[in-house]
């Protein structure tokens, strides 16, 4: 009885107060403290469309959307009726499933396009895994299995999950905290990961003339979203699958963020439809895939996920992998994103990005509103960064300001200014009105600070 208290937390002040006892920094992921922000961090206790609801029963219009994967809004009658259905059969079995076979077709047929002689695949095969994390330490291994050699390549502002080999210089928490990276990660593994600038010709160049015959991989976001959105230089990611291939290495492109969200085949897709179409040797999904459970995956050419174990010699494995409820709710999910939400998405972003950037004109904010399809953030910059040193040079101290005034009117932000911020199909003209009714006075509380 010293820690259970038997009472449920009934203000976002208890419950903080009493998660700092419990948990480290009150939080389980760092991205939820409002460190950047400062201020109490909201507890939420259910959600609806487009709307979340804190312990206090305060509803505030969602632009996080669980970090991406709510695409349909929160509590989606389909995808939480397909969770109850797989819920009633038992929540897992760590065996084999139709439901994993079913979610890996769902997601080749969508990472397929054209047909005949220009049918072009995205990926072939598909391991599921449970997290991001996971999906992209996995395709390291497997790229350093695949060619024998022990470097990697990542770009500054890049954040793939808190493994090891990826936290360099990367971005969300990372870079949320103003930290280089990781304490805790030995120098002989952070020396195995070269960081460069992103939509950096010449150091991408360079890198492979100093250490071509000894990179494994590169790894970059599809279209990069962890400082804030900064999408790719037309053409550069083909770069770097060109690159890469020519010095015998793998390209891994990570679409945990934008993979079913740019498009139904994700950033790949949006690439094919513009002309600039990529071959990536290895991709990385999560968030949406789960629908909003624990589950990812790692897809690729056949011929090297066939590398992992059972058939290869790369190992990897998961108690949780596959779990049958959350691929129910991923393929919920994908088979309720239809052409409509794809349609839909960009719309609503533009008509919100396009509110908010006048209310901070009117007040004379100096900003730029950055764009990767329908995934959007605000610099309080007047353009649009190209990489993470110029996403960095940007008036940081307004947006604890802009954030707070935001949440007072009712709308949730992510509480960073290095994140992209996420609308879903659930976003109604009365939830626009009301992130457009909070633009004026967050503005004016952004051009104050
Ligand atoms: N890759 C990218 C591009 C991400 O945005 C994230 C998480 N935001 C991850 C990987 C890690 O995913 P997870 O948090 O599920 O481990």
């Known amino acids: 009885t010293r820690f259970i208290s038997g009472r449920t937390p009934t203000t976002n002040a208890e419950a903080f107060e009493r998660a700092l006892v419990v948990t480290p920094g009150g939080v389980n992921s760092p991205v939820r403290a409002f460190r950047s922000v400062g201020g109490t961090p909201v507890f939420l206790a259910s959600g609806h469309g487009p709307y979340v609801v804190d312990v206090e029963g305060t509803e505030y219009v969602d632009l996080v959307g669980q970090w991406g994967p709510a695409l349909l809004g929160h509590a989606h009658p389909d995808v939480i009726a397909a969770a109850h259905e797989a819920v009633a059969r038992g929540l897992g079995f760590g065996a084999s499933s139709t439901g994993e076979v079913e979610l890996a077709e769902l997601v ?6 054209g047909e005949g002689a220009s049918e072009r695949r995205g990926i072939e095969k598909l391991r599921l895994v449970s997290t991001g994390t996971e999906a992209t330490m996995t395709a390291i291994r497997l790229a350093r299995g695949a060619t024998g050699r022990p470097l990697l390549v990542k770009f500054a502002g890049h954040y793939h999950g808190h493994s090891d080999s990826l936290l360099s210089e ?8 103003g930290i280089p990276g990781s304490a805790g990660i030995t120098p002989e593994t952070a020396a195995q990961t070269i960081v460069i600038p992103y939509n950096d010709e010449d150091a991408l160049a360079e890198v492979f003339a100093l250490h071509g015959d ?4 590169i790894i ?6 962890n400082m804030g959105v900064v999408p790719p230089k037309p053409g550069f990611n083909r770069l770097l699958g060109e690159t890469a291939r020519a010095h015998g290495a793998l390209l891994i492109v990570d679409e945990v963020m934008t993979g079913f969200r740019s498009t139904a085949a994700g950033w790949w897709g949006l690439e094919e439809a513009a002309g600039s179409g990529y071959d990536a040797d290895l ?3 999560g968030k949406i895939i789960g629908g909003g459970l624990p589950l990812a995956g790692l897809g690729g050419r056949a011929e090297i996920l066939d590398l992992l174990a059972p058939l290869g010699p790369v ?7 596959g779990n049958p409820v959350a691929v129910a709710t991923g393929a919920a999910m994908l088979r309720g994103a239809g052409p409509e939400v794809y349609d839909r998405l960009p719309r609503t972003a533009r008509t919100i990005a ?3 950037s006048a209310a901070l004109s009117a007040e004379g904010v100096a900003h730029t509103v950055a764009w990767a399809g329908s995934q959007f953030s605000i610099f309080f910059r007047p353009d649009a960064p190209q990489n993470y040193a110029e996403a960095q040079d940007q008036h940081t101290w307004r947006f604890g300001a802009y954030f ?4 007072e009117h009712g709308v949730s932000l992510p509480p960073s200014v290095y994140e992209a911020w996420f609308v879903s199909a659930a976003h109604d003209d009365a939830a626009i009105e009301r992130v457009l009714a909070a633009a004026g006075p967050a503005a004016k509380a952004a051009a104050a600070a």
């Open 108 to 113: 080749l047929d969508r990472l397929t396009l």
């Open 170 to 177: 990367a971005g969300s928490g990372i870079a949320t905290l």
């Open 214 to 217: 000894r990179i494994a991989a």
């Open 220 to 225: 970059t976001e599809a279209a990069a979203a």
């Open 283 to 285: 991709t990385t999904f």
């Open 315 to 321: 190992y990897q494995a998961g108690t949780l992998s």
């Open 354 to 356: 396009d509110g908010l």
């Open 404 to 407: 707070h005034a935001m949440l």
